[in-house]
């Protein structure tokens, strides 16, 4: 007689889990539905592969690849014309995080990308902070600015943006960071910037680790003096850089779906997540730019759950390295890990007297 399957344990709501999210770029975070909208409203031309054939298909590891992913990422930017544009764009995205279980968000802006349209440097930065604590009151969400330097830019653009940074480090702006390709700038050429920010007192959070191997990844974290690296995947490949990882107490802001996206491994099962995990490194799942990938910060995790074989201890622990890992005040943190601790405790089914959020973080974030 054929044996039965074994039943199926029921698993917790992923979305009732509490977490904080620390890899998301402002643009990326739009709705794909708000940046239709605006498009037609702005009188911008959409290509197709933002309107029929979204999410695109993007495979960035050539240089080819990585031109169209910023083309665009840059489209889509200019939709963002007004700054009720700019408002609205934060409001949705922490009703995103709202809905996802996210008590904390840390979001990442150059606002190079904005000031021609909304009167320079210094008024970009203002409007945004002042749209993420018009964000903050509407959800509950905590919401902070991570101010980032573009990677093929010179770089004594990146210092002018960590001064910028700096003016900021008590209003809101947490962190400063370094995107785009890491193929054409090495963290090294921008160290300078970096020591400006480290001494505002900003987390220090480049991307390395993505595009090039675990040597972009190391000189993250012994050059820029990184608290966290976007992405940095391509770390599993050197166990000794693990181990300084571990020792360090760096976490990675790994985004599964964009490594997918981009090609920078050919299927979920190949983002190493579980060996990262398992070396001890600290993870914090993101991601990235889901207006581009598709997906939002819970696919993530389901990922985790359902291609790496993430129990639901494991789940937690997750989301207490973003906790963790995160900038926000000690009291958000606290509340953040408590209920976490609480949705662990709890039934298997994921229910929680309070849905998927929890209560509201008891503290403005500025």
Not at 152 to 166: F, I, M, V
Not at 207 to 234: F, Q, Y
Not at 322 to 341: C, F, M, Q, W
Request: aromatic letters at 6%.
């Amino acid at each position: 007689m054929k044996a039965s399957p074994p039943p199926t344990r029921p698993a917790r709501s992923i979305a009732a889990l509490p977490k904080a999210h620390l890899h998301l770029h402002f643009t990326g975070s739009m709705r794909h539905s708000t940046l239709v909208e605006l498009a037609e409203r702005r009188g911008v031309h959409l290509p197709a592969a933002l309107v029929d054939n979204w999410p695109p298909e993007l495979h960035a590891t050539d240089e080819r690849g990585w031109f169209r992913f910023q083309r665009l990422y840059d489209i889509a930017r200019s939709v963002l014309r007004r700054p009720e544009d700019v408002r609205r764009l934060l409001r949705e995205a922490a009703e995103d995080e709202a809905a996802e279980g996210s008590g904390w968000l840390e979001i990442q802006v150059d606002p190079s990308g904005y000031a021609a349209r909304f009167g320079g440097l210094t008024p970009t930065v203002d409007l945004v902070l002042d749209a993420a604590r018009d964000a903050e009151e509407a959800t509950g969400v905590g919401i902070a600015v991570i101010i980032a330097a573009n990677r093929t830019r010179h770089p004594l653009d990146a210092k002018t943006l960590a001064r910028l940074a700096a003016r900021y480090a008590d209003r809101g702006v947490v962190g400063f960071g370094l995107s785009n390709d890491e193929r054409r700038g090495r963290a090294y050429d921008f160290e300078g910037a970096f020591r400006i920010a480290d001494r505002a007192g900003l987390l220090s959070d480049p991307h390395g680790g993505e595009l090039l191997g675990p040597a972009s990844v190391r000189e993250c974290v012994e050059t820029l003096g990184a608290h966290r690296i976007g992405h940095g995947v391509r770390a599993v490949e050197d166990p000794r850089l693990l181990d300084l990882l571990a020792s360090r107490g760096v976490t990675l802001e790994v985004c599964p779906s964009s490594n997918v996206g981009l090609g920078v491994v050919a299927a979920p099962e190949d983002v190493p997540v579980r060996a990262l995990f398992d070396a001890g490194v600290r993870i914090a799942l993101g991601a990235d730019d889901p207006l581009l990938f598709g997906s939002r910060l819970n696919r993530q995790y389901e990922l985790a759950r359902g291609v790496h074989g993430f129990s639901d201890p494991e789940l937690a622990e997750l989301a207490r390295c973003s906790v963790r890992g995160s900038a926000a005040p000690e009291d958000v943190k606290k509340g953040l890990l408590g209920r976490i601790d609480a949705w662990l405790e709890g039934p298997p089914d994921g229910a929680s007297g309070d849905g998927p959020t929890g209560t509201r973080p008891q503290r403005p974030v500025r």
